[in-house]
């Protein structure tokens, strides 16, 4: 597979420049040269707008309890989608909108999870415990080793402070340098 990589890698430029020549010749150099920027500025928009879209999906299936494997796939595959689309060439612009389409993109975390499974390189873990992948264990919120992030601010009660009295100081938490950590 080593071997097959490097190879596809070494005749890619060679593909695209021939692939280049052909498509100018057909629709002119003009039209060539702006399809190939187009591509670019679509994948650099394609990389701004999903990636905290597919960030947000990974959080939500993780709150959920569930592996986000799913959404990270998808998150990749955008990505790689996005850098093809910059990359100049109408080979990798194709490969990109396959990746772009969302049977195939499934299709191909299918395959893939399922290659990984069958030659045991695909291993999960959750709370010191192997699970299954397509069955992972789910827990209720708040569940114990549920971890719930908060935002908090010490507020002084007496209500006739002054407007700055109140703020906290690190001197005086719990945190100071004066006293150890809890």
Same mark, same amino acid.
């Given at each position: 597979m080593?071997? $097959? +990589? +490097?190879?596809? *890698? ?16 057909? %629709? ?7 399809? %190939? &920027? *187009?591509a670019? #500025? ?11 879209? =597919?960030l947000?999906?990974a959080?939500?299936? $993780?709150?959920?309890g569930?592996?986000?494997?799913? @959404?990270?796939?998808e998150?990749?595959?955008?990505? &790689? $989608?996005?850098? *093809?689309?910059? %990359?100049?060439?109408?080979?990798? !612009?194709?490969?990109?909108?396959? +990746? +772009? %389409? ?9 395959? *893939? ?10 291993? =999960? ?5 192997? &699970? ?16 719930? !992030? #908060? !935002? ?8 006739? @402070? @002054?407007? !700055?009295?109140? @703020? ?15």
């Amino acid at each position: 597979m080593g071997k $097959a +990589l +490097l190879w596809f *890698l070494l005749l890619l430029p060679v593909l695209e420049i021939a692939v280049f020549i052909e498509v100018s010749s057909r %629709i002119g150099a003009g039209a060539t040269v702006g399809l %190939i &920027v *187009l591509a670019a #500025v679509l994948g650099v928009a394609l990389l701004r707008r999903q990636g905290l879209s =597919v960030l947000r999906k990974a959080q939500a299936a $993780a709150d959920r309890g569930e592996l986000p494997v799913g @959404a990270v796939f998808e998150g990749f595959c955008l990505a &790689v $989608a996005g850098i *093809l689309l910059i %990359i100049p060439g109408f080979l990798t !612009d194709t490969v990109a909108l396959l +990746l +772009l %389409i969302p049977p195939l993109r499934n299709a191909l975390g299918l395959w *893939l999870f399922e290659r990984m499974r069958r030659t045991s390189g695909l291993h =999960v873990w959750m709370n010191g415990q192997q &699970v299954d992948p397509r069955h992972p264990p789910r827990r209720p919120p708040g569940a114990p080793g549920t971890v719930i !992030d #908060v !935002d908090y601010q010490e507020v002084d009660p007496a209500p006739d @402070a @002054a407007p !700055d009295a109140g @703020a906290p100081r690190l001197e005086e938490s719990r945190w100071g340098p004066k006293n150890p950590r809890p």
